[in-house]
């Protein structure tokens, strides 16, 4: 079991660019979830999902997109990237067998120059 | 919306002390309050958590408790640790999808 992994690791964009940030779960978890942690602010929830098809915006979705066509994977897009967008970014997923504990991945550092 | 707020945002302790982590919640339909531990370079961890039907939980040298009415739940380490230094977030989770909303973070140095 991998659990929740993140690609890439780290990336570096320009002001403008795009990029699509892919989760991926090996855990069958219905419940998928984006956030951003900023220094001294905690992670903030961006966009979550309950099941396979489905997706809803979370506390700051703005200049965010996602998809989750195949319920093992969660994709994040940034469609024109701003400094402001630099952070790290966490998925997670939520156990069936305990509904509330959330697993994270190992998250994705972002810089937007 | 849900709001946590936690302190303190830097505590250092002696080894072997106790450190003390509190945080306050404003949404009354909060119902899940979980711990996480992130290590540096590394993904937020669960240590222990706690439902909105229990007042204490403890696991080893840690400990949740929970004032429902007051809005605030607490985490306890004893006899810490230097493996215990990391940044722990504090969490309550509401809505139907298990939402969580974080705290911004304590930062804890074990002291050799």
């Known amino acids: 079991n991998a659990g929740v992994t993140q690609t890439p690791k780290f990336r570096v964009l320009k002001t403008g660019q795009s990029m699509t940030l892919l989760c991926a779960q090996d855990?069958?978890?219905?419940?998928m979830y984006w956030y951003r942690q900023d220094p001294g602010m905690g992670l903030r929830l961006i966009h979550y999902?309950?099941?396979?098809?489905?997706?809803a915006k979370g506390e700051v979705p703005d200049g965010y997109n996602v998809s989750r066509l195949k319920k093992q994977n969660f994709l994040l897009g940034l469609e024109s990237a701003a400094p402001s967008q630099t952070s790290v970014y966490f998925c997670a997923s939520l156990t069936e067998g305990r509904p509330y504990e959330q697993y994270f991945g190992p998250g994705t550092r972002l810089t937007v120059t | 919306g849900e709001n946590v707020e936690q302190h303190p945002s830097t505590l250092s302790v002696q080894e072997g002390d106790s450190a003390v982590i509190k945080c306050t919640y404003s949404?009354?339909?909060?119902?899940?309050f979980p711990w996480y531990k992130q290590e540096l370079g590394k993904g937020p961890q669960l240590i222990i958590d706690?439902?909105?039907?229990?007042g204490e939980k403890k696991d080893q040298r840690i400990a949740v408790t929970l004032n429902k009415t007051a809005k605030h739940f607490s985490l306890h380490i004893t006899e810490t640790q230097p493996e215990d230094s990391a940044v722990y977030f504090c969490a309550a989770s509401t809505g139907s999808a298990r939402q969580l909303t974080f705290g911004s973070g304590t930062q804890l140095t074990v002291l050799p």
């Open positions: 949404d009354s339909a909060s119902n899940y």
């Open positions: 706690i439902r909105s039907n229990v």
């Open positions: 999902s309950v099941g396979e098809g489905t997706t």
């Open positions: 855990m069958n978890h219905e419940y």
